[in-house]
Structures are given as C-alpha cells and as structure tokens.
C-alpha cells in the first residue's frame, strides 16, 4: 500500500473498482478524501455509471410522523432491514424543523414539504445535493403531489381543490419554474386524491365513482380519459405502472361498496382490462380486516418487479411478485414500535447517482 505506487494508480481504474462499492460504503466514502468525492462525481464516472445498470441495492422506505429523519429501509435484495438517517440529516434544508414531510419519492430523488419556509426540497442522498423549491402560490395548500423525474430532469405535480376553479400545477427542473393547468371537466373534485402514476409521458388517475380513470400529458398539460370500461362490481381502483410502459389495476370485488376479494388486470391492446391474478382468500380477509374496508387508506406502488399494496393504518406490505405470479406479506419492520397505530407511508427508493436536482 505504498503511497507512491498506489497514487500513480489510473483513474479509469480506480472508477471501475469504485463502480462495484455497495451503497453503504459509497456513502461513506464520499468523506474520505476530497479527491474520492470529486471522482465519485466527475462527470466521467457519472457518464460511465447512468449509462450502465445499478450495482446499489433497491429499497422500500418507511415514513411516519413520528420517525424524522429516521427512515426505516427494508433491503429487497438481502430481505433485511436497515436505517436511513445520517445522510438525511445532513442535508440542512431538510433538517430545518421536525414538520417536514415526505411526499415522494422517484429514481433516487425524495421530495419534502418545508410548510415553515414556504417550500419543497427536492434531494438526492446519494451525491448529497438538494434545491429548495418555492410553493407557487400563497397561501397555498394541495391534496396530491407526485414527484417524476428522468435522465432528462424531474417535475412535480400537484393538484389543488383549494381553488375556484380548480387548478393542477406542474414544476420543470430544466425551466425552474411552475406552470399553472386547469383541471379537465373537474373530473377528479371529490376524489381520494390518490397519488397518480406516470407512465409513457402522462399522469394516470382513478376518478370518484363511478370509477374511471383519466391522463395527463407532462410536456402539452392536456387531459383526456382513457377509453374502455373498467371491470364490473369494482368497489375501489389503484393504478400501478412498472415504468416500462405496462399499467396495472388493481381492486376490490363486491357489492353495496363491500369488498369480498381483489384482483389485479393488466392493460392490454386496444384499452381492455386484463385479469391477470386474484389475491388468495385467506391473505384477502386479512387486508380486508386491516382496512376496514376505509378504502380511502389503501395505496399501492410498484417497486423493482413488485406491485406493493398498503394501508395508512398498518405496518405491513402486501405485494405480488410479476415474475412469479404470487403473493406475499413483507415482514414487519422491527424498529416500528408497535405503539404506532397509522400514517405508515412507503416509497420505493432505488439510489441513482444521475438524477440532478
């Protein structure tokens, strides 16, 4: 380990052996040296690393009111838990008062509420970068925000019923500016606002019943409602994209607005539902039992090959592996403390050191 053989040691090199550290040790070597770091995010290593696949580990993260800061993460990989709480706290934007919020979260960007500075703060652990986001009205308030964010750049969407009429609002990183759309035909007042999901350059989103769903362009800001019927006797829809451009339904089967199972469709040629799996009885009395049937409480997001299905007011993760066709509960977090009784929120965090803020 002599210095002045391993110093003379080739860049190229030493980017391809840093390319293969796990996320734990990239994080910590960032505070090593002042050369690491800069290779670490030389435009050379950052080109090389976005135009090839993730070696980092994938993630399902854990928000709740009563954990700032302190993110419980469930590795998919090594089916282990861990914590994420170091990296967030260094981050002094997010760290300015106990009552930021995390909205959401895509490619390796997370998305803050900062309600006392009259902004968002969009970051990424993994380069430790942030930009705080002015709230494009005051005062101001929202129902849904949805974070998407691309090689190309991020945006964030909101909608508001808070205003007459209502009004979505969309933020660009490359315009670094908010722009203001309205709503088609007020199709979503009323709504649960569940978090809509991207796919092919829209936002997809379920509307009250009777239940249909309707897409917003990103780039023209223009609505239109997707043709074909849903499935019959439905009781509740979420919508699920595996950012490939495949759209997932899933809902509740029943009557008088009493959900007796679930399943989950598939969009296929020409707007038809496809069904693709029902969940087994015995898992479906379960959820069923969790949510009380309070539908409102049920959400969903795809995460690395799963189409996870959770509940506000429970500490465990339903999912279904696509790959293999079948179900599964993900183990409880044991740093939850059981005195936590809702406001459970998961994201799916894959860390990508290309996504700029």
Request: with cysteine; hydrophobic share 40%.
């Amino acid at each position: 380990m002599d210095p002045a053989i391993w110093s003379h040691l080739p860049e190229e090199l030493l980017e391809h052996v840093l390319y293969f550290l796990p996320l734990r040790t990239f994080l910590n070597l960032r505070s090593t040296c002042k050369h690491f770091k800069s290779l670490l995010f030389s435009p050379s290593f950052m080109s090389k690393y976005s135009s090839s696949s993730s070696s980092f580990p994938s993630f399902i993260l854990l928000s709740h009111p009563q954990c700032y800061l302190h993110f419980p993460l469930y590795d998919s990989n090594l089916g282990t838990w861990r914590c994420l709480s170091r990296s967030l706290s260094a981050l002094q934007p997010c760290a300015a008062g106990a009552s930021s919020t995390l909205l959401s979260s895509s490619n390796g960007l997370f998305c803050f509420s900062l309600p006392t500075l009259s902004s968002f703060l969009v970051c990424n652990i993994l380069t430790m970068s942030s930009r705080i986001i002015k709230f494009p009205t005051y005062p101001f308030a929202f129902e849904s925000l949805t974070l998407v964010s691309t090689p190309s750049g991020y945006k964030i969407f909101m909608f508001s019923t808070k205003f007459s009429p209502n009004y979505c609002f969309v933020y660009d990183s490359r315009e670094l500016c908010w722009r203001i759309f309205d709503v088609f035909d007020s199709m979503l007042s009323g709504s649960d606002h569940q978090e809509p999901v991207f796919c092919n350059g829209s936002l997809y989103f379920t509307t009250p019943e009777p239940f249909s769903i309707v897409s917003f362009d990103l780039e023209s800001g223009k609505w239109d409602r997707l043709d074909g019927n849903l499935p019959t006797e439905v009781t509740f829809v979420r919508l699920v994209s595996d950012g490939e451009g495949k759209l997932y339904l899933i809902g509740g089967i029943g009557i008088n607005g009493i959900s007796s199972s679930m399943k989950l469709w598939e969009l296929g040629d020409g707007g038809t539902w496809i069904e693709v799996e029902s969940l087994p009885e015995l898992m479906c009395r379960k959820f069923m039992s969790i949510c009380y049937h309070n539908y409102e409480h049920v959400y969903c997001f795809w995460h690395q090959g799963m189409i996870c299905v959770c509940c506000y007011t429970w500490p465990e993760i339903l999912y279904f592996k696509v790959s293999r066709r079948t179900w599964h509960w993900l183990p409880k977090c044991p740093l939850i403390p059981d005195k936590w009784s809702c406001g459970f929120r998961w994201f799916s965090f894959v860390p990508e050191l290309y996504a700029l803020v």
